[in-house]
């Protein structure tokens, strides 16, 4: 039996007087690759913000692994990667390793000192993006999608169960998105991570996702991939307040 890592029952948010998400329920189990897919505005961020424990719902329930939010205490469990070009300096000067062996301060603390592996630990977490040559290369030298993976791997060194990306093809070359969404796969598949991968382009759903969740303001349809596929124009159109395509 698969373990839930997370669950939402009846969420709801709101900032002041605009509702933002209304009666959220869905769980991500363990081994699922789930796209959350939706519009500008229609609450992906507010949603994550939820799920990491940034922010508290005005209603509803959310449990991570099987407890309450807020009692939940292994955040070394949940790896995050946020939008990289929105908020990266790409002058910052740091190596590749420098950056990757950052993300082990959510495992051991700040100011700790690190444990005698990190360096393996680097390289471990480097080789499973593809990214082990560019160890000691200047961060501000890479591409957008080098960069990216690099961020991915400084997730991945705290050795996390589940992986949360947030819109991580923004900055990518187009192409070089099939090859990002290679990585993803082989993480899902090969490392047994489990993966929310968070977008508002419906033409990143590919045969590499398991599941699919089509958000705007509420849940209107959360299963497999291949349940996703059998959708109409029509169903798709009214979701999301515009016309849509699905690109396989």
């Not at 495992?107 to 082990?132: C, H, I, Q, Y």
């Not at 124009?233 to 009214?238: A, C, G, I, R, V």
Request: proline share 3%; aromatic share 8%.
């Amino acid at each position: 039996m698969k373990k839930t890592f997370i669950e939402l029952q009846d969420v709801s948010f709101q900032y002041e007087h605009t509702k933002v998400l209304h009666n959220i329920s869905f769980k991500v189990e363990e081994g699922d690759f789930l796209a959350i897919l939706g519009p500008n505005g229609s609450g992906k961020s507010t949603l994550l913000k939820l799920m990491l424990g940034l922010i508290k719902p005005i209603s509803g329930e959310i449990k991570l692994f099987d407890e309450p939010i807020q009692s939940f205490r292994h955040r070394e469990w949940i790896g995050y990667v946020s939008q990289k070009s929105n908020a990266f300096n790409s002058a910052f000067p740091a190596t590749v390793e420098e950056v990757v062996k950052s993300g082990l301060a959510k495992k051991v603390g700040l100011f700790k000192r690190l444990p005698k592996n990190s360096n393996d630990l680097v390289e471990k977490a480097l080789s499973a993006v593809g990214m082990e040559k560019y160890q000691s290369r200047n961060i501000g030298q890479l591409s957008g999608g080098q960069q990216q993976r690099v961020f991915i791997a400084r997730a991945l060194i705290a050795e996390p169960k589940l992986l949360i990306l947030d819109e991580p093809t923004v900055g990518i070359d187009h192409e070089n998105v099939q090859s990002f969404y290679d990585m993803l796969a082989s993480l899902n598949e090969e490392q047994q991570k489990t993966i929310i991968l968070v977008t508002h382009d419906v033409d990143t759903v590919s045969n590499r996702i398991s599941h699919v969740a089509c958000l705007n303001q509420t849940i209107h349809f959360h299963g497999f991939k291949k349940e996703f596929d059998t959708l109409s124009p029509d169903q798709l159109n009214n979701w999301y307040g515009h016309s849509v395509r699905k690109i396989h």
